[in-house]
């Protein structure tokens, strides 16, 4: 609709209320594409008399057409297209044909769009007929037609969504009989027991016999769901009225019974996923509960320490686990999951009257599962870290973490604000088992690089803990495949 205004304000002659109308229309032109099973162009007068200026060109969802180069915006000598010229002169509809490609003809059908008396574009229609051999072709193009029209209204985008191949079309005149249905709306009905629908009245019993069940939903009033005869069917229905009687109506039938399956499917195994990492969450717990006694019952300040990391380290997962076991995706909102850990971390780690402050940066990163539990586990270290070794001496301290991507990494900067690495740390034998564990995930487990050092300030002004992780990262399955 944009590209409409734009172009007939900038090379057509046209009033503003006039492009405003065909604006409008266009939101039909993919359903009148899909109609009509044919390639769509809109033709609207140039401001060189001499030329047409193609505004709208839609392709079809119905039938295959080869494909061709964007023809909108293209000006187009008046004398090429002689059947767009007669439909500007008369207003009436015309049909002829045009060379598709070399040495193949296709059809062509054109309408006018009126504004009044005058013509102010054209639509035009290509069609290989002998490809579709459609019977009663021609109810399709002028329920196109009314459509066209039935637009100059205000519509609900969604009721004129595109047709599929598979779908059924079925049209009735004005007393609801039925003159045209496809073969695709025959096979459908074939199954619930209607022999011909041609003829027949479109609310006649038989067609509605093998119906259990129908659903109207209150948003769209013009579609219902059915379940019929072991089929579930989705029917839309387009009613076109003129000064307030009832001219057509057009039913687009979808069989959406193995679709609504694969749903049922899918959400059933969704709620058995959410379920396993609701029950690992809890597993995890419990032995966190476990270690918390034995931690509890140790003799010494280290075994103690040792078994407090422990702790901190499952809860960090079951985090995870509980996170996606909330979820309806397998994804991981990498911030969120964070807070969760520093407030582990916070009630474990720290001393009453020591303040943590904690802050974000950046976009939120959102992360696949796979690499979820890794990430918690290496954010989780980097917390315990900085709880053990920054904040000496002193009554609060901030960590945080800043995000940035690039087209193939994610980058995470984990930071506090506290003493800063000793000196000598590059040359010191990494005897840190958290540290051990972080370059281990993060480089074996994702495949990304770890580094970590003093702010840019110099010591006392905090550490910078640097993670890149590629945003393709490796299958294990593919692990020792050559």
């Known amino acids: 609709m944009d590209d409409i205004t734009r172009l007939c304000r900038a090379q057509t002659r046209l009033t503003m209320l006039q492009i405003s109308l065909l604006a409008r229309m266009a939101i039909v032109f993919p359903f009148l594409a899909d109609l009509a ?38 000006l187009v000598r008046c004398i090429e297209e002689p059947l767009i010229k007669e439909t500007f002169q008369t207003g009436k509809p015309a049909r002829g044909k045009r060379e598709w490609n070399y040495g193949s003809m296709i059809d062509m059908f054109t309408f006018g769009i009126h504004d009044g008396d005058k013509v102010i574009g054209v639509l035009n229609f290509e069609v290989d007929l002998d490809k579709l051999s459609i019977e009663g072709y021609s109810h399709l193009l002028d329920a196109a037609v009314a459509v066209l029209y039935h637009a100059r209204h205000i519509l609900n985008p969604e009721q004129f969504r595109p047709i599929t191949a598979s779908d059924g079309i079925i049209i009735t005149d004005a007393h609801s009989r039925i003159v045209f249905a496809d073969a695709a709306a025959q096979r459908i009905y074939r199954v619930l027991g209607v022999g011909s629908l041609r003829g027949g009245h479109l609310f006649d019993r038989q067609m509605t016999q093998h119906v259990t069940r129908e659903t109207v939903e209150t948003e769209r009033p013009w579609q219902k769901e059915i379940t019929a005869g072991g089929l579930i069917l989705i029917r839309r229905e387009i009613v076109i009225r003129e000064g307030g009687n009832l001219c057509m109506r057009i039913v687009i039938i979808s069989d959406v019974t193995e679709t609504r399956a694969k749903d049922k499917e899918i959400r059933i195994k969704s709620a058995v996923i959410q379920e396993i990492h609701h029950r690992v969450k809890n597993n995890l717990q419990a032995i966190a509960s476990l270690l918390r006694i034995q931690a509890r019952r140790a003799k010494t300040a280290e075994v103690k320490a040792a078994l407090k990391e422990s702790v901190n380290r ?3 997962i079951s985090v995870v686990h509980e ?6 995706s397998e994804d991981i909102d990498v911030q ?13 780690m720290t001393d009453r009257e020591f303040t943590i402050r904690t802050e974000f940066q950046g976009p939120r990163l959102i ?6 539990s890794s990430v918690a586990l290496v954010l989780n270290e980097l917390v315990l870290n900085a709880m053990e070794h920054a904040f000496g001496g002193r009554k609060s301290g901030l960590i945080g973490l800043a995000v940035q991507e690039d087209e193939d990494h994610w980058h995470l900067d984990f930071y506090d604000d506290g003493a800063g690495l000793p000196d000598g740390f590059e040359d010191l034998p990494r005897k840190s088992l958290g540290l051990t564990i ?8 994702l495949g990304g690089t770890f580094s970590i050092e003093n702010d840019e300030r110099g010591p006392g002004h905090g550490t910078h803990a640097r993670l890149c992780i590629p945003k393709l990262q490796p299958n294990p399955t593919d692990e020792g495949q050559g």
């Open 37 to 74: 099973h044919g390639e769509l162009k809109v033709y609207v007068k140039a401001k060189d008399p001499e030329y047409f200026l193609v505004i709208a060109q839609q392709r079809p969802h119905t039938v295959y057409l080869p494909g061709k180069d964007s023809a909108v915006g293209k």
């Open 323 to 328: 996170y996606l076991s909330q979820q309806g």
């Open 367 to 372: 992360l696949p599962s796979k690499c979820a």
């Open 314 to 316: 499952i809860l960090s």
């Open 438 to 445: 972080v370059q281990t995930l993060v480089e074996g487990d």
């Open 336 to 348: 969120e999951v964070m807070g969760h850990i520093f407030d582990l971390a916070a009630r474990n």
